[in-house]
């Protein structure tokens, strides 16, 4: 197993490769990747027919943009998990605007998908670093990322008012970089 | 919105959980500015942590065969600029056939204009060949194809305009037929408002139609799973 800086710049590189057309790179990327992406999809969406559909768009957007990735603005991974997150929270956009259900229900069904992803996090550090934060801040954290919920949605559901759930979220944000931010540190040198 | 304003949002949007007004606003503002690029990198750092850390389900192996195959180049496919769409005619033929017949590898770049000012001076050298042939594909959807081939260099071109989007995962695939079983010789979906050409290889003296049907993406069928929507004589 590299180092992770070595991971990164190995991973940059794959990217890279992917901006030129390089199929067997693409091929790589995949095999880095598509369990992370489908994965995370899954825990959103709770479909899998909708998660694979997700994986395929991120994919294929990976192909075509992969030439515009700045290795200065961030990791290869990273990069592509923001990609994977946007295209899983639009297929959840989508899959409320089809569901018939109440909006009460349908926000509930969000409120379980957002504390099932909670509970369910394998990763121990992730999951110390959740446990750490003030259960509201948990709380709009999760709803945002694995609910796929705006913020205005997070404050009607959580009955507070906008600013609130705004700051919520980014004491939160800023608090999760703070306990996790020790491993970049290392990372970075 | 100021810096300070659109520096504050940066976490929800790493989140993507800003309302697509806003999304816009932090995206321009991210363009100027290094100290929030700097910001997002290890924001997004956090977020890539929330999505990784979420119980890992390995997706079913046929998944891996569509990702790739669904960016595979279409090499045999070359999509015209807008403007050509006027003068398809004998200088499409043309170019179908020199460039068919130089066997130029058509990756996802030759839309250069290099590329295809190189492939227009190949054309006017061919375009004096004589032996050209058209024929006119019709039936029950509105569209223009044709087939233009040259039987004695065994190499032509599908010609395609204004044939609408077959729909979600199917393809138009090409059969060329000389007696009861109709051979595959290629597939393609139509690109909006540009024309397409599709080269084709065959000794086209041996078949006496070219037919299109709609078939399941993205590889087609083996032979035809519906009734051809266009047709014609070879």
Redesign the interface.
């Known amino acids: 197993m590299a180092e992770p800086r070595e991971q990164e710049a190995l991973e940059a590189g794959i990217l890279a490769r992917v901006g030129r ?1 390089d ?1 067997t790179a ?2 790589g990327l ?2 880095r990747y ?3 992406v ?3 999809a ?2 959103m969406l709770r479909d899998a027919e909708a ?2 559909e997700v ?2 768009e991120v ?2 957007d990976v ?1 075509r943009t992969a030439r515009a990735f700045d290795p200065g ?3 290869a ?3 592509i ?2 990609l ?3 295209k899983a ?1 639009d297929a959840v956009r989508r899959q409320r605007l089809r569901t018939t259900e109440p909006l009460d229900e349908g926000m509930a069904n969000h409120q379980d998908v957002a504390e099932l ?1 909670v509970a ?4 121990g ?3 110390a ?1 959740l446990e750490a934060l003030p259960a509201e801040q948990r709380e709009a ?1 999760a709803l ?3 609910g ?5 949605e ?1 404050a009607e559901r959580m009955r507070i008012p906008l600013g609130t759930a ?1 700051t919520r ?2 004491d ?3 608090r ?2 703070g306990i ?2 020790a491993h ?1 540190e290392e990372t970075e040198r | 919105m100021t810096h300070e304003e659109l520096r ?1 949002l940066l ?2 949007y ?6 697509p007004d806003e999304a816009r606003a932090v995206e321009a503002h991210l363009a100027t500015c290094a100290e929030c ?1 700097a910001e ?21 192996a046929a ?2 065969r ?3 195959e ?4 279409r090499a045999r496919v070359i999509i015209l600029p807008q403007r050509w769409g006027l003068a398809l005619g004998a200088a499409a033929v043309a170019v179908i056939i020199a460039l068919a017949g130089l066997g130029v590898a058509l ?3 030759l839309a250069a204009v290099q590329e295809r000012l190189a492939a227009q001076e190949q054309t006017l050298a061919l375009l004096a060949s004589p032996s050209a042939k058209t024929a006119v594909l019709a039936g029950t959807v509105p569209g223009n194809v044709r087939l233009v081939y040259d039987p004695e260099r065994r190499q032509g071109a599908l010609v395609v305009s204004d044939l609408r989007d077959p729909g979600a995962n199917l393809v138009y695939q090409v059969w060329l037929i000389a007696g009861q079983q109709p051979e595959s010789a290629g597939i393609f979906r139509p690109s909006p408002g540009r024309p397409l050409i599709i080269p084709l290889s065959a000794d086209f003296l041996r078949y006496r139609l070219v037919a299109i049907s709609i078939e399941p993406g993205p590889r087609g069928s083996p032979q035809p799973t519906t009734t051809p929507i266009l047709s014609g004589t070879i």
């Open positions: 057309a199929m693409f091929e995949y095999d598509g369990r992370s489908f994965s995370l899954l825990t998660a694979q994986v395929q994919f294929l192909w603005r961030g990791s991974r990273s990069w998990l923001a994977a997150h946007h929270v992803a369910g996090i394998a990763r550090r992730v999951r670093a954290i945002a990322y694995y796929g919920l705006t913020q205005r997070i705004k979220m980014r939160g944000m800023l999760l970089r996790l931010g970049y | 504050d976490p929800a790493a989140l993507d959980a800003l309302a690029q997002l990198r290890g924001l997004r750092q956090v977020a890539a942590e929330l999505g990784t850390g979420v119980p890992v389900v390995t997706p079913p998944l891996r569509q990702v790739i669904a960016a595979r180049p990756d996802r770049r």
